[in-house]
Each structure stands twice: as structure tokens, then as C-alpha cells.
């Protein structure tokens, strides 16, 4: 399986009173770790990040253990389940080599943010998306 794994650290301002990280925070860590995947295809100048950006249409998660503040950091796993001419999915899991914390996926759709339009995905885009794909299940 050709995932994506980001080890993300844990800050204390993550967590809530009770020393969980709080459920909004995986958001941010799912961001984190598309972010660093999509390196290599985004571009590096403004007026390209703005023409060729992604927009995240829908995000879904399943939180199936509380994870707690520590020092070690969370793996977040990340794939592509579909992908069409201008969106994909992609589908993550926030895990230690002994647990799961959530389940997610995520709908993102090319989008240029000049035009306030979706956009198709280049074939770059296309062929790294597709090196990520595997099949849901």
C-alpha cells in the first residue's frame, strides 16, 4: 500500500483541560500531513499557488479512541481512495504503532483561487494523485 505517513508532533495548546487532543485539532493534522504530502506538486510561487490550489470540499471523521497529550508524536497516514478530472479523495488514519485515534477522509477539488472556480488537475497532479490511489476497504 503506497500511503503517505507523516509523524506529527503534539502541542501542549492541542490538548483540553482534561489532557485530550481535542477533536477539532485533527483537522489540523490531517492539514499538516496533505500539506507535506502535496510538496513535490505545488507550486512555489504565489501567483501558481494561487491559479493551482486545493480547496477542501468536505471532511469526515470517526474518532475512535481519545488521544492524550504526550511527547511522542502521532502518525497520520494518508491516501487517495478516487479521483476525477478536478477532485480526489483522500483518506487518512491517525495511529501509534498500538493504536487508532480516527478515521477520515477528506473531498478536495482543484480549485483557482483567482477565478473563485474549480479547476481541472494537471497531468502532474493526476499521476502523483494516482500514486496514492488503493482501493477503499
Not at 482534561?18 to 512555489?44: K, P, Q, S, W
Not at 475512535?64 to 476525477?84: C, F, I, M, Q, S
Amino acid at each position: 500500500m503506497n500511503r503517505y505517513t507523516y509523524s506529527c508532533p503534539l502541542r501542549w495548546s492541542d490538548a483540553d483541560a482534561n489532557g485530550h487532543i481535542n477533536n477539532m485539532i485533527f483537522l489540523r493534522y490531517m492539514e499538516e500531513a496533505r500539506t507535506r504530502m502535496f510538496r513535490e506538486v505545488l507550486a512555489t510561487d504565489e501567483e501558481g499557488r494561487r491559479k493551482n490550489a486545493f480547496v477542501v470540499a468536505r471532511a469526515a471523521i470517526d474518532y475512535k479512541a481519545p488521544l492524550n497529550y504526550r511527547d511522542e508524536p502521532v502518525d497520520v497516514h494518508v491516501w487517495a481512495t478516487k479521483g476525477a478530472a478536478a477532485t480526489f479523495e483522500l483518506a487518512y488514519e491517525i495511529r501509534d504503532a498500538d493504536r487508532l485515534y480516527a478515521e477520515a477522509t477528506t473531498t478536495i477539488v482543484a480549485y483557482n483561487l483567482e477565478t473563485e472556480r474549480p479547476r481541472r488537475l494537471s497531468e502532474v497532479e493526476r499521476h502523483f494523485v494516482a500514486r496514492y490511489i488503493q482501493s477503499a476497504g
